[in-house]
């Protein structure tokens, strides 16, 4: 079965960081480039992240770049976002999202595979 599997969200303060990891089982995320993206009650899904399937290619929304960093280990099938300096708007879901040669990096129809998602709540 083919799935991807997010772990790592959690209730942080604000100023402080979390760790998501998207483990891929049943094929390898080698070939796949991977976004993140987020969700927050009443407001439209929002793309995040994304790193190419070479790793050499990374880009970030604009209300996280300078926070976030993506990261990919293909060794251990997962692909790591990084999060500093959270504020209470990047409270949502976060999904990862698998799609092959992916010409719009925030746009959810390039992708193929998707995680359930994980719950990040930033708040005192």
């Known amino acids: 079965q083919l799935q991807l599997v997010e772990s790592g969200g959690g209730l942080v303060q604000p100023g402080g960081s979390l760790r998501l990891s998207c483990t891929a089982t049943?094929?390898?995320?080698?070939?796949?480039?991977i976004a993140w993206f987020r969700q927050a009650p009443g407001k439209e899904r929002e793309g995040v992240s994304c790193?190419?399937?070479?790793?050499?290619?990374?880009n970030y929304a604009a209300s996280v770049k300078g926070r976030f960093t993506i990261s990919r280990d293909n060794a251990k099938n997962t692909v790591y976002l990084q999060m500093n300096s959270l504020r209470p708007e990047d409270t949502a879901v976060y999904s990862c999202?698998?799609?092959?040669?992916?010409?719009?990096?925030?746009?959810?129809?390039?992708?193929?595979?998707w995680g359930q998602g994980t719950q990040v709540t930033v708040s005192a």
């Open positions: 049943g094929f390898t995320l080698d070939y796949y480039d």
């Open positions: 790193i190419k399937s070479s790793g050499g290619s990374t």
């Open positions: 999202a698998a799609g092959l040669t992916v010409g719009a990096p925030g746009n959810p129809n390039e992708y193929a595979y």
